[in-house]
């Protein structure tokens, strides 16, 4: 019984959930066009994805790390600096 209680809960939520997409979608009009999200849901860049990553609890550790140290340190150097 406390199975079943938990999954049409869930269900109950999912619906609310996408009913309240589809009202957001229809009062929104038009879409801004901003900058590409990728998987994760953020804007491509080095330091988005790290903190993505982390906050959704899969990040790696420095050693299993795919980005080299030159380019971390590189981005490291221009963080606060603008254009």
Known sequence: MFIV?????????????KAAKKKAAKKG????????KNKLGV?????????AKKKKGTSKTKKKSTVSKKSYKAMEDNWGKNK
């Open 43 to 51: 804007k491509n860049s080095l330091v988005n994805n790290i903190n």
């Open 29 to 36: 009009g038009a879409k801004k066009t901003g900058a590409k």
């Open 5 to 17: 209680n938990n999954n049409r809960k869930a269900m109950a939520k999912a619906v609310r959930k």
